[in-house]
């Protein structure tokens, strides 16, 4: 490395692993800090150091245990290569809240230093695997970067969180470490057991593309269509109503108009839920404030998702028979591209996706922040698939729910 300073990754060569054996190759002096030090990182350093301390070399390092991520038999490593030579150092810092987090491979070789400053850890994985960035700086021992380097070596030599490796550290970290790993594996076992089925997103484009293919879904998207497009024109004509008094005229008005966009007692179902007449007819009986409702969800289709949905939530919960379905749905129709229908088969496709939410499409399920992160999450989706709006990547979204449901699409991890 003749450059002054020289870009490593372990995607060209020479990587960290070849840049740091020649890097301590003939150093006098060699300093390293390291956050983590895994089993195959000290069998790869530990023989490069001996060498050169047999060489009369002084070698310091530092070694981090925060997370309990450094292998015992690692340290046991250098504290076995310390007790064979007296000029090596190695000091171990406590865990706190702050990590100790640095990864410097420093050398001095007469009057040239060169320093490896980055990413890499000294691990099995970030000697040749991992995706590490560092900068290799050719410097000398009293430019700007050279001070800097000895006065932060200097620091870690008086720092009282990092303890000289002897035996009795070694054995009390060993007990703290084979603690922390028993309760780190009934952990993980009990975590991978909770968590949702979910899938590598970067799937949606091959199952939209089998949504594309699939005549029964196409042909669905465009009765979802015309429908929004009649159901849009009669939420407005109720919410309307608001402007004069509630007439027997009004009341059939809504009657009618509400029948048609559930789908009960004949009505033409303009809205997709498919759940809305169970409960929903109950607000038939609620004919002042439904109007007011239907105006309620017209002026706040104007307003960001989070502050129209809190409105709604408040005014429809203390109407018998409105539910989340139901004002999602209205929302949706007046502002497609600002408000996401939430149902239960929007909650069994995010499911499907590996998105937790509530399991049940209720008010007091999801408050206003939720759903507007959902509406964002629903937004992502469709560009993604690159759909105009909300309400047609909740089409696709109900796709991959029965498709899920019916065992045609596998919601597993890649």
Known sequence: MSD???????????????????????????????????????????????????????????????????????????????????????????????????????????????????????????????????LCVTHALDDTIGKSIEATFERYRKWSRL?????????????????????????????????????????????????????KAMSDLAARRRSRAKALRLQRAIAALSDGPTTQRAKAQLRDGLGDLMGSSGGAHLWGSANIPRQGSKALEHEKEMIRFFELARSMSH?????????IRRAGDLIPGVGLNMATEMLCTFAPTRYAIYNGNTVGALRALGIETARYAQFHAIGPARYAQICETIRALGTRIGTTDLSEADAFLNWIYFEVKAGRLQAKRA
Request: negative net charge; contains cysteine.
């Open 4 to 134: 002054p300073v020289v870009l490593v990754s372990n995607a060209s060569m020479p990587g960290h692993a070849a840049s740091i054996r020649d890097l301590f190759d003939g150093a006098e002096d060699i300093k390293i800090a390291v956050a983590f030090l895994k089993r195959r990182g000290a069998d790869f350093i530990v023989p490069i150091l001996g060498k050169q301390l047999r060489a009369g070399a002084n070698v310091e390092v530092f070694v981090g245990t925060d997370f309990f991520h450094t292998d015992p038999c690692a340290l046991e490593e250098l504290l076995t290569l310390k007790q064979r030579h007296t000029a090596c150092m190695i000091r171990v810092a406590d865990r706190a809240p702050a990590t100790f987090h640095p990864k410097i491979f420093a050398a001095r070789a007469g009057a040239t230093c060169r320093s490896l400053i980055g990413s890499a850890n000294m691990t099995g994985g970030a000697l040749d695997k991992n995706e590490e960035l560092s």
């Open 163 to 215: 303890q000289e490796l002897d035996p009795l550290l070694l054995q009390q970290y060993s007990s703290d470490h084979a603690i922390d790993k028993r309760e780190r594996d009934k952990y993980e076992k009990a975590r991978d057991a909770a968590l949702p089925a979910g899938i590598d997103l970067r799937v949606i484009s091959d199952w939209h593309r089998l949504y594309l293919a699939n005549p």
């Open 303 to 311: 307003r960001p998702a989070q502050e129209g949905y809190d409105a």
